[in-house]
């Protein structure tokens, strides 16, 4: 019996697909190493809030410190970060990992110095679980202004002895869309 050499190219095409598609998956920048969180990073809301700050934040040409703000995330957080399409408008919104921000975002932070702080924040809590509303400014080394404000929403939860963010949102302050009042520095 012959095997048309169609048949022979399909299955061998068929065999072949998987490997190829896994080597066009983009490779992580760095996989951050896998380490316990500081004490004293995860001991209180405001603690793992400004950790995640301090993690993502730095002078140009300063590596982040991912594997410590990996630390502070439960394994299966997401980021839930809404924009607008340039083309049509629509609100779109992604929902990285945090391995897939890491990837996305840390040529750019090294390159160009990126500092985040908060401004203010506004903390709700229920037995173990919380969300935090931290208004924050951006500062851009590179160009040595303000580059953004906006408010970051965290949940959290409390579990083994210390606090994990499960998810955090964020949107920047625009004319339209103002940080209120109540997440502003008071004077």
């Known amino acids: 019996m012959k095997i048309p050499a169609f048949r022979i190219m399909l299955c061998s095409l068929v065999l072949t697909l998987p490997h190829a598609l896994a080597q066009d998956e983009p490779k992580p920048h760095g996989e951050a190493a896998v380490i316990a969180a500081r004490p004293e990073d995860v001991s209180s809301i405001e603690a793992i809030v400004k950790t995640d700050y301090e993690c993502v934040s730095g ?6 410190q991912w ?10 957080a997401r980021s839930f970060v809404p924009s607008k399409d340039e083309k049509t408008g629509a609100l ?6 945090q391995q897939e921000y890491a990837d996305e975002s840390d040529a750019q932070l090294v ?10 924040h506004k903390i709700y809590k229920y037995g173990n679980v919380a969300t935090v509303f931290s208004s924050y ?14 408010v970051n929403i965290y949940q959290l939860y409390y579990a083994g002895n210390r606090w994990w963010i499960s998810s955090v949102s964020w949107d920047a302050e625009n004319n339209i869309n103002p940080i209120p009042q109540e997440l502003m520095p008071k004077n």
């Open 59 to 64: 002078g140009i040409g300063v590596p982040r």
């Open 67 to 76: 594997a410590r703000d990996f630390s502070l995330y439960d394994p299966f």
């Open 92 to 97: 779109v919104i992604r929902h990285p990992t």
């Open 111 to 120: 390159r160009d110095g990126f500092s985040e702080h908060e401004l203010a």
């Open 137 to 150: 400014e951006v500062a851009v080394a590179r160009t040595g202004k303000l580059y953004s404000r906006g």
